[in-house]
Structures are given as C-alpha cells and as structure tokens.
C-alpha cells in the first residue's frame, strides 16, 4: 500500500495565506484547475467494526466547479481505503523515521470507480452502511519545479462547514518546509481527522453531531 502523510492547519487569515502561496509560485493542479466539491461518505458496519481497527472505508464524488459557460462539470468517483501503520489498534503511528513522528502517517489505497450508486449498494449488501458524510470544497496547489525541496508535496486549501483549513501531503521535509513558509510552526500542526474536527465543533456549539455538511442556504465559500 502506498503511504499518506500529512497535516492540517487552520487558516485564520486568508489573505496572508493567498500572499504567500504567491510567492512561493503555487500553482492550481488538478481538473479543471480550481475548486472542487467533494461529497464524502463513510462506511462501516453496525458495530463500528472497521473505526475500531482505525480503518476508514469511503466513496468519494467530486465535482469541479463551473467557471463560466453551459459545459456540464465532469464528476469523479474515488474509493479509498486508509488503515494505521503496524499495529491497527494502536493510537498514534510512525514511519519509524524521527521527522515523521509528528505528521499523520496511514496507510492508503485509492481508485477510481464508475459512480457511487452501484458501489453503495454493493456495501449494504455485505452489511456495510453509509454513516458519516461530509462535504467540502478543495483548491489544490503545487510549488513549481524549481523549488526541488518541494518534490512531491500537495498543498490543499479546503473550506468546510468547520472552518478553513489547508492540508500538507507528501515527505515529512516538505510539509515541514512548507509550513515554515507558509507562516506556520511545528505547534499549529492538526492530525485529527474531519470526522474529530466536526464532533469537537458540535461539542463547543452545543449540537448534536450529524453530517457534516453546509446549510441549505449557505453559497459555495469564497476565497
């Protein structure tokens, strides 16, 4: 399986994170080279057997948003499997490299399917049912070719029903890096998943959780 690192951090000032992303040369990656929506859903069986093994089994839909025009947006529809490192019980997981021990490290495989439809109820045939879904918009970046510590690394800037918050894949050293340069410290790392983020909000508005998603009337978030 390949391996995912990353982090996440918090944005708080847009507009500081726009000016440095421009210095750094980011550029937009992806299809369509914009913002995405992603409709997320996470399946599990009704004894919550794959969260308690830290698994994480989810169908993935995302549609580029339209910059203008009549084209109809392309969707994709993504599979992915995650899973810790070594033991799945455990709490915490490492590369075993000192560097990465502060990152989130799992283990992941991911392909493209025909559409969701079919694929649900393949699941809720083998007793696996959609119990979580989340929604959010996703604007990835790269740095240019000429910055080769960045190798690798993706930089996704992500507007949920929680907040903003930017996403660091790829080699320890890069995230690290790229955090510096983004104004951030080792401090400001998150390695809670949006799952954890959405429960902790509830809790601190005094909600009951359910899906995390955006309000009917609520428009797409700018940046």
């Known amino acids: 399986m390949a391996?995912?690192?990353e982090i996440k951090l918090k944005i708080s000032d847009?507009?500081?994170l726009k000016r440095s992303l421009k210095r750094l040369g980011a550029r937009l990656v992806g299809k369509g080279k914009g913002c995405v929506h992603e409709w997320n859903?996470?399946?599990?069986?009704s004894d919550g057997r794959l969260a308690k093994h830290g698994q994480l089994l989810r169908i993935r839909t995302e549609t580029p948003q339209a910059k203008g025009g009549n084209a109809q947006p392309v969707q994709r529809?993504?599979?992915t499997f995650k899973r810790l490192l070594g033991d799945a019980n455990a709490t915490s997981v490492s590369t075993g490299a000192?560097?990465?021990?502060?990152h989130k490290v799992r283990e992941e495989l991911e392909l493209e399917v025909a559409?969701?439809?079919?694929?649900?109820?393949?699941?809720?045939?083998?007793?696996?049912h959609?119990?979580?879904?989340y929604e959010k918009y996703r604007t990835t970046f790269r740095l240019p070719a000429s910055s080769n510590w960045s190798k690798g690394l993706l930089i996704e800037w992500d507007e949920t029903p929680v907040g903003a918050f930017l996403e660091l894949e790829g080699p320890p050293p890069a995230i690290d890096r790229a955090a510096q340069e983004l104004g951030f410290s080792t401090k400001d790392y998150i390695v809670k998943n949006y799952l954890t983020l959405y429960v902790e909000e509830c809790r601190r508005r005094g909600r009951e959780p359910r899906d995390?998603?955006?309000?009917?009337a609520k428009s797409r978030p700018r940046k």
Do not use: C, H, P, Y
């Open 41 to 45: 859903v996470i399946f599990d069986s």
């Open 130 to 133: 959609g119990w979580f879904r």
């Open 212 to 216: 995390m998603v955006f309000e009917v």
């Open 77 to 79: 529809t993504l599979l």
């Open 98 to 102: 000192e560097e990465s021990q502060r």
């Open 14 to 16: 847009a507009n500081a």
């Open 3 to 5: 391996q995912e690192i």
């Open 115 to 128: 559409g969701a439809v079919t694929l649900t109820k393949i699941f809720e045939g083998l007793g696996l």
